[in-house]
C-alpha cells in the first residue's frame, strides 16, 4: 500500500490496529485481575529482544518467544503456593527487564536504542512491523472470538464453568499466550513500560457505558482507537514523545468517562 | 399439640438408577483430614442433602463429587447418562464486569428468547431478563443460578446452600420450589445445607456430614407448630419439618469423633 510509505501513516495504521486488538484483550485482562500479569509479561519483552539479538533473530521474533514461553511458566505455577502470586508476578517481571537491560547493553557491537522499547517508537514501524502486527492482530481477535464464551463463563465462575464441562486449563492458558502475542506486538508503539496501560485504560474507561460484556469490548475498542488518534495528533503538533503521549491521551478519556453521564439503561446501578 | 408424622412417598426411590455416587472418599488439606471415607449415592428423582456444621467438608464432597477436586482416596461413580446443572456457594459478579441475566443465561447453553424466558418462568423469577446481574436481589440471584442449571436440561441437580442471601421465608419458597422442579422434571437432587429445620421436608434422603458420615437415612417427622406457620404462612409450614435422628457419638473441640458413652467434663 502507497500510504504506508509514509512514516505517520505507518504509525496511524500500527497504533490503530494494537487499540482495536487490545479492547477485548484489555476487557479480560481488567474483569479477570490480570494487569500486574500483563505488565510482568511486557517487561520480559525486552529480555526477549536481547534474546533475539543474540541469537540473531529478529527483535520481534525474539520478543514473542519470550512472552510466549513466561506465558506458559506463568500458567503452570498458577496454584503454587509458596509465595504470593503478585510476589512472584514482581520477581518475574523486574528480573527479566532487568537481565534484558544488562543483556542489551553488553552488546557493544550495535546500537539498541533503549529508549525506543522502553516508551516505544512508533515513528519507526516499519512495513514488516505492520504485517507481523496485522497478521497477529487478526489471529489474536479470531482466536479470543472462538475462546470467547468459556473465557467468559471461567472468568465469572471457576466452577461453575468446569462443572459444565469447560476447559479451564486450557482455556486460560490460551488467553495469556493471546496476552503474549499483543504484548509483543504493541511493544512498538507505546514501549514495555505502558503496554498495560493500552489494554487496561480503555477497558475501565468503556466499564459505565457498557450492559453487556461484547459491548464493553466495543467501546474499549473506540476508545483506544481515540486515544491512538488523539495521542498521535498530539504528539505530531507538540513535537512530544508518541507512546507516552497515547497513553496520557488515554487517561484524559478514562477522566472523561467518569465525568460524562452513561446514557441511561448502562451501568451497575441500573433496574 | 398434635403432632403429624407422615412419611413422604417415594415411588421406587429405591430401586431408581443410581446417577452419581461416591464410594471411600478421603481428602486430606495441610495435614487435616477434610474428607474421611465419605459414601453418597444419589438416584434420579431423589432430593439428597447434606447437612453438617461449618467446615464439614460439605463443599469439599460436592466439589469432589463434581470433578473439580481430587480425592486422595475413594472414587466417584457417574451414571453414563448423567448431566449436572451447578449451582455454586458464594456468587457474585464483580462489578467491573457488565452482565445481563440474558447473556448470564447463554453461557450455559446458547438458547433462545423464549426458552430463557420459559426457564425463568419455571424458577419463579420471569421478567428478568434484560436486568443486569448487579441489580438482583439475594433471592432473585438464586433463582437466576437455578435457572442456569436448569437451561442445560440436567438429570442431576447440585445446589451448594442455594438459599444464601435469601429471607428465611424466601428460603421455605425455594426449597419447595427445588422439590417442584424435582417432580416435574425427574432429576436427581444432591442439596448442601446448614439449616437442619428448613429443608427437611423436601427431602428423601438425608446426609449428616461432618468430615465423616455421622449418620444418614429417611427424614422422619413434621411438624406443624403453630410458631412456624405464624412466622411462614401455611403452604411454607407444610414444607417445614424436622429431622430426627440418633447420634452414636458426638464430636470433640478439633471434630475428633468421641463415643457419647464417654465421659465430658463441659
Known amino acids: 500500500m502507497p500510504?504506508?510509505?509514509?512514516?505517520?501513516?505507518?504509525?496511524?495504521f500500527a497504533g490503530l490496529l494494537i487499540a482495536a486488538v487490545s479492547g477485548p484483550l484489555g476487557c479480560f485482562v481488567v474483569w479477570r485481575r490480570m494487569a500486574y500479569f500483563g505488565d510482568t509479561l511486557a517487561h520480559s519483552a525486552l529480555m526477549g529482544v536481547a534474546l533475539g539479538l543474540v541469537l540473531g533473530l529478529?527483535?520481534?521474533?525474539?520478543?514473542?518467544?519470550?512472552?510466549?514461553?513466561?506465558?506458559?511458566?506463568?500458567?503452570?505455577?498458577?496454584?503454587?503456593?509458596?509465595?504470593?502470586?503478585?510476589?512472584?508476578?514482581?520477581?518475574?517481571?523486574?528480573?527479566?527487564?532487568?537481565?534484558?537491560?544488562?543483556?542489551?547493553?553488553?552488546?557493544?557491537?550495535?546500537?539498541?536504542?533503549?529508549?525506543?522499547?522502553?516508551?516505544?517508537?512508533?515513528?519507526?514501524?516499519?512495513?514488516?512491523?505492520i504485517a507481523w502486527m496485522a497478521g497477529g492482530g487478526v489471529g489474536v481477535l479470531l482466536v479470543l472470538a472462538l475462546i470467547w464464551r468459556p473465557l467468559l463463563a471461567i472468568t465469572i465462575h471457576r466452577d461453575l464453568a468446569a462443572a459444565e464441562g469447560v476447559p479451564v486449563f486450557w482455556t486460560r492458558q490460551i488467553f495469556m499466550l493471546l496476552i503474549a502475542v499483543i504484548i509483543a506486538g504493541a511493544m512498538k508503539v507505546v514501549g514495555v513500560l505502558l503496554i498495560t496501560s493500552l489494554m487496561i485504560i480503555p477497558a475501565a474507561a468503556a466499564r459505565r457505558f457498557a450492559r453487556t460484556p461484547e459491548a464493553m469490548a466495543a467501546i474499549a475498542s473506540l476508545v483506544g482507537v481515540a486515544a491512538v488518534g488523539g495521542g498521535l495528533w498530539s504528539s505530531f503538533r507538540w513535537d512530544t514523545p508518541a507512546g507516552p503521549t497515547i497513553v496520557a491521551a488515554a487517561a484524559v478519556l478514562f477522566t472523561l468517562s467518569l465525568i460524562a453521564s452513561p446514557p441511561s439503561g448502562a451501568g451497575s446501578s441500573s433496574g | 399439640m398434635p403432632i403429624r408424622l407422615r412419611r413422604r412417598p417415594q415411588p421406587d426411590a429405591a430401586s431408581a438408577e443410581v446417577l452419581i455416587a461416591g464410594r471411600g472418599l478421603t481428602l486430606e488439606a495441610q495435614g487435616q483430614p477434610v474428607l474421611d471415607h465419605v459414601g453418597i449415592e444419589v438416584r434420579r428423582g431423589e432430593i439428597v442433602t447434606l447437612i453438617g456444621p461449618n467446615g464439614a467438608g460439605k463443599t469439599t464432597l460436592v466439589k469432589v463429587l463434581l470433578g473439580l477436586q481430587r480425592p486422595d482416596r475413594g472414587v466417584v461413580e457417574k451414571a453414563a447418562c448423567v448431566r449436572v446443572g451447578y449451582?455454586?456457594?458464594?456468587?457474585?459478579?464483580?462489578?467491573?464486569?457488565?452482565?445481563?441475566?440474558?447473556?448470564?443465561?447463554?453461557?450455559?447453553?446458547?438458547?433462545?428468547?423464549?426458552?430463557?424466558?420459559?426457564?425463568?418462568?419455571?424458577?419463579?423469577?420471569?421478567?428478568?431478563?434484560?436486568?443486569?446481574?448487579?441489580?438482583?436481589?439475594g433471592g432473585e440471584i438464586q433463582r437466576v443460578l437455578l435457572a442456569r442449571a436448569l437451561v442445560r436440561d440436567p438429570n442431576l441437580l447440585v445446589l451448594d446452600e442455594p438459599v444464601q442471601g435469601v429471607d428465611y421465608a424466601g428460603q421455605a419458597e425455594l426449597y419447595a420450589l427445588i422439590a417442584r422442579i424435582r417432580d416435574r422434571r425427574r432429576c436427581g437432587v444432591l442439596l448442601i445445607s446448614h439449616d437442619l429445620h428448613l429443608v427437611m421436608a423436601a427431602t428423601d434422603q438425608v446426609v449428616c456430614l461432618n468430615r465423616h458420615v455421622c449418620c444418614s437415612g429417611l427424614p422422619e417427622a413434621v411438624s406443624r407448630h403453630p410458631e412456624y406457620v405464624a412466622l411462614f404462612g401455611r403452604r411454607a409450614a407444610s414444607e417445614l419439618a424436622f429431622y430426627s435422628h440418633r447420634h452414636d457419638h458426638r464430636h470433640g473441640p478439633d471434630g475428633e469423633v468421641v463415643p457419647l458413652t464417654a465421659p465430658h467434663s463441659i
Open chain 2, 87 to 137: 449451582v455454586p456457594q458464594r456468587f457474585a459478579v464483580d462489578p467491573v464486569l457488565p452482565l445481563t441475566v440474558s447473556r448470564f443465561l447463554d453461557l450455559a447453553r446458547r438458547c433462545s428468547p423464549a426458552e430463557k424466558e420459559a426457564v425463568l418462568e419455571e424458577v419463579g423469577a420471569p421478567a428478568l431478563l434484560a436486568r443486569s446481574m448487579h441489580a438482583l436481589s
Open chain 1, 3 to 12: 500510504i504506508l510509505d509514509d512514516f505517520i501513516w505507518r504509525a496511524v
Open chain 1, 58 to 129: 529478529s527483535p520481534n521474533l525474539g520478543t514473542l518467544v519470550a512472552c510466549i514461553l513466561l506465558a506458559v511458566l506463568l500458567g503452570l505455577l498458577e496454584g503454587q503456593r509458596r509465595l504470593p502470586g503478585d510476589t512472584l508476578l514482581g520477581i518475574l517481571a523486574h528480573s527479566t527487564l532487568a537481565i534484558g537491560i544488562v543483556a542489551i547493553s553488553t552488546m557493544t557491537s550495535m546500537r539498541v536504542d533503549l529508549m525506543g522499547y522502553l516508551f516505544g517508537d512508533i515513528l519507526a514501524v516499519t512495513k514488516s512491523d
